[in-house]
């Protein structure tokens, strides 16, 4: 009786098994491809409007106790205090991330051919303006940063990282490559807002 169990157990087991093969040749559904991305224009508007959601306007706290420590307020949400918990991104205004995802944004909306040239102009010039609000946060908050411009970094195992290597501007550096970047990209933004207030117009 017992051996028939047994031969029963392992029959749904490599049932189960060999159900499992589709599962794991499957594409995944939750990442895009470039092509995806930049093949449709209702997805190229999409990724910006994430960009936006991304940004902040500087420095922030997580818990309305620790404006006591600032002279100045700061942005304020709720949660835990430094002084529960090690903390190593409570002043991080320099999201590097975002600025390297920005610039392979920049990329594809230049290089794509579906949007025609006025909306194409129109992202790039939010595009850039979203990512100088980055740089003015960094210099706000941290002085002189490095400067990447339009570089995406690829960084390969065992490769030479001397080409990695970025060396600090100075604030005034950054303040110059901030108004570089809005004199070059004014006439590519709208005089007038969108129904979406909050998105870049040329004023």
């Known amino acids: ?6 031969f029963i157990a392992l029959a749904l087991t490599l049932f189960t098994l060999s159900g499992c093969a589709d599962f794991l040749e499957r594409e995944p559904d939750t990442i895009l491809s470039d092509d995806q991305v930049f093949g449709d224009a209702v997805m190229i508007k999409s990724v910006l409007a994430n960009f936006y959601g991304r940004i902040t306007w500087g420095q922030h706290i997580d818990d309305s106790y620790s404006y006591t420590i600032l002279d100045e307020a700061a942005k304020c949400d709720s949660g835990p205090d430094t002084r529960q918990g090690f903390e190593d991104n409570r002043w991080r205004v320099y999201d590097y991330t975002l600025l390297r995802n920005l610039n392979q944004f920049l990329k594809g909306v230049r ?3 579906v949007l025609d040239s006025k909306t194409q102009k129109q992202i790039e010039g939010e595009a850039r303006f ?3 609000w980055v740089y003015f946060n960094m210099a706000r908050g941290m002085g002189g940063m490095p400067i990447v411009k339009d570089e995406i970094f690829e960084y390969k195992p065992g490769m030479d990282i001397t080409a ?3 060396p600090r501007s100075t604030e005034a550096e950054i303040y110059d490559y901030i108004i570089s970047e809005c004199e070059a990209i004014k006439d590519f933004l709208p005089v007038d807002p969108s129904i979406n207030a909050a998105r870049a117009t040329k004023w």
Do not use: D, G, H, S
């Open 111 to 113: 290089e794509t051919t």
């Open 130 to 132: 979203i990512r100088a």
């Open 164 to 166: 990695l290597q970025y």
């Open 1 to 6: 009786m017992k051996i028939k169990y047994i």
